[in-house]
């Protein structure tokens, strides 16, 4: 029985060749969606063995859809598929159980080898990437010359505060009392040279900590 692969990417001429070149290789079936909405309404109804998922999409980014697809197949085997650069948020995915990562730069044949590891529950990184992983701190220059560290948890404190998250809230969501919040935010502040969460988010994306995901 062929394997059954769930692709989603909001690049419609980019997913329509990877589903037929995914199809022409082999023993594999590939259903395209363009947006995550489309994805979840397709999970509740069917079991895929592999979903490929876009990183960058509008409305429901990669990192949201691989959050949601876990809530309805909890050993859902998830590939990141993006063209480009994951740093900031391979811990994060790694977190949420994505099973590998995937480069649009990727050969045709590279490709094809990737989905077929990851179907048979072998990790997908690709090679240049490995100097990257598993970051303690993500590192930046400001204007000033000075470089900026900002550990793991201050760079997720930072993109709670991105999507509007009160203290509360983010105290709740990475299960720390609102007092240590407010401690990273007082180091965030400092080591990014702002005074307000508005200036945070702005100087985050100015400077590649954030990432406007969703376009």
Not at 64 to 83: F, H, K, P, V, W
Not at 132 to 146: E, H, N, P, Y
Not at 150 to 158: K, M, Q, Y
Not at 164 to 184: F, L, P, Q
């Amino acid at each position: 029985m062929p394997y059954q692969i769930l692709l989603v990417d909001d690049h419609k001429i980019v997913g329509q060749g990877t589903k037929r070149l995914l199809e022409e290789s082999g023993d594999l079936t590939v259903d395209y969606v363009s947006s995550g909405a489309e994805a979840l309404e397709r999970v509740k109804s069917h079991d895929y063995d592999l979903f490929i998922v876009d990183l960058h999409m509008p409305k429901m980014n990669g990192i949201d859809l691989t959050q949601n697809i876990r809530e309805y197949q909890s050993n859902a085997r998830i590939l990141i598929y993006t063209g480009y650069d994951t740093t900031a948020y391979f811990n994060k995915l790694v977190q949420l159980g994505a099973v590998g990562f995937i480069s649009k730069n990727f050969s045709n044949d590279q490709l094809i080898y990737a989905v077929m590891c990851a179907l048979h529950d072998l990790a997908v990184v690709p090679q240049e990437w490995l100097n990257t992983l598993k970051r303690d701190d993500q590192k930046v220059m400001i204007g000033s010359g000075q470089q900026v560290s900002l550990t793991d948890v201050e760079h997720e404190v930072l993109q709670y505060v991105e999507k509007g998250h009160s203290n509360d809230e983010i105290a709740a969501e990475i299960h720390v009392s609102k007092r240590t919040v407010e401690r990273y935010l007082t180091k965030i502040f400092q080591k990014l040279h702002v005074t307000s969460r508005a200036d945070a988010i702005t100087e985050g994306k100015r400077l590649g900590i954030l990432v406007n995901l969703n376009y």
